[in-house]
């Protein structure tokens, strides 16, 4: 990049940053990892009832549809980052394995770019590392 675009992408943000403040000074220090405290991860009984094959008897369940929507989420890279946590957690309750969830992430990088591949399967591993944390407690 040039030192020109760099200097008007710096002007930019800080024009951005400038607006949020005078909006909403509460969006200065606000998290949206701090959802992830209000919505637990959900029994597998309940991701089948909402997710699965309660509503859609001869459709997808919930394990598949919940690795589609990290599929989707994978390919809007970081702007999803507290969806992708929630629905990589709920597709772990609901039977996905790791190597799924990277196989779905994987084959997204074709589609949303490298950057979000790589931004989605450094989000996954931290929910497998809590996950593991979780079940030796």
Do not use: C
């Amino acid at each position: 990049m040039s030192d020109a675009f760099t200097k008007l992408f710096q002007q930019m943000m800080q024009s951005g940053q400038e607006m949020a403040r005078a909006f909403n000074p509460a969006l200065e220090t606000f998290d949206p990892r701090a959802f992830e405290k209000m919505i637990p991860t959900m029994p597998a009984d309940m991701l089948e009832m909402w997710f699965g094959r309660t509503f859609n008897r001869d459709g997808l369940d919930a394990k598949t549809r919940l690795l589609v929507t990290l599929a989707a989420l994978t390919v809007q890279g970081a702007h999803a980052e507290p969806q992708l946590r929630l629905t990589i957690r709920h597709a772990i309750e609901a039977g996905a394995t790791a190597r799924e969830v990277a196989e779905v992430i994987y084959q997204m990088g074709m589609f949303g770019g490298i950057p979000a591949m790589q931004k989605a399967l450094e989000i996954a591993q931290g929910v497998f590392t809590e996950h593991e944390g979780k079940q030796a407690e």
